[in-house]
């Protein structure tokens, strides 16, 4: 009767646990082809290349921004209103269009308001406040400067450039982070699963589950989210923009000579 009891219960196992690995491995199987699929698309920006930033945004003057022309809406603090997967679900150009011309929804068009530089410097603010980023000189920085630097700067370079080691090899190049066209066309979802599952035909492997033996730390879902963090850091700075620190010294000095009051 013992042995009756135990074959059927094998069976079941057999029959239920075929079923489940099926369904996770066609729901997988169905993220990698939807990768495949869109990766044989070329990523066409959908702005011209004299919208995108001239440099890096800054999340501090994009704050003083947000103050003037989005508080009002939208809440002292960004997060009071939006939420990550409404960030995560858009590339921030589609995001640019959108403050840029509005939206149906009610959101006011801003391209009469606001220069192109201002909007991304609002945006980036925005996206670092929600999101999340790692301050300037924290020990999280500091952290995930020697996860990229221990895994991914062999072939992106340590400032995110393309350049690493291998990348004179490597056909096509690895991704410059720090080109505009190229981070701001991708959203969230899209990076996460770039790292996630890899991109085809290319030398960018699958990072899902991989386990750094040395530092002891698994690339695991967290682990992914964070390294988007981290690689979306390479698109803005933590610092006053220098073209808005000249505009300061330049009020400075007309009030100093009388010539505004």
């Known amino acids: 009767m013992l042995s009756k009891n135990l074959a059927l219960c094998f069976i079941i196992t057999l029959l239920f646990g075929s079923a489940l690995s099926s369904s996770a491995f066609a729901a997988v199987s169905y993220e990698k082809e939807e990768l495949v699929s869109s990766t044989i698309k070329k990523w066409q920006p959908k702005i011209p290349e004299n919208e995108f930033p001239s440099h890096q945004p800054s ?26 997967d409404q960030l995560r679900s858009k590339s921030p150009e589609e995001q640019y269009i959108i403050i840029k011309n509005g939206n149906a929804k009610g959101m006011p068009a801003f391209k009469n308001k606001l220069s192109r530089d201002e909007i991304w410097d609002a945006l980036m603010y925005v996206r670092a406040g929600v999101l999340g980023y790692y ?6 920085l500091a952290k995930m400067n020697a996860i990229f630097g221990g895994n991914c700067a062999v072939c992106h370079g340590t400032r995110g450039h393309g350049d690493g080691p291998l990348h004179k090899s490597l056909n096509p190049v690895p991704a410059n982070f720090n080109m505009f066209q190229r981070l701001y066309t991708r959203s969230d979802n899209r990076l996460h699963k770039e790292l996630t599952h890899g991109i085809p035909w290319t030398a960018m492997p699958a990072w ?14 967290e682990m992914i989210w964070k390294l988007v963090t981290y690689v979306r850091q390479f698109g803005f700075s933590q610092e006053i923009d220098r073209l808005d620190i000249g505009r300061q010294k330049l009020k400075d000095y007309e009030k100093s000579i009388g010539k505004v009051k």
């Not at 301050?135 to 999280?140: K, M």
């Not at 589950?209 to 530092?215: A, E, S, T, Y």
């Open 135 to 140: 301050p300037l000189n924290s020990d999280e």
């Open 59 to 84: 999340i501090v003057s994009g704050k003083e921004v947000y103050k003037m022309h989005c508080a009002m809406c939208h809440g002292d603090e960004p997060n009071e209103v939006l939420t990550k």
């Open 208 to 221: 899902k589950n991989r386990v750094d033996f040395n530092q002891n730390y698994k690339f695991d879902d």
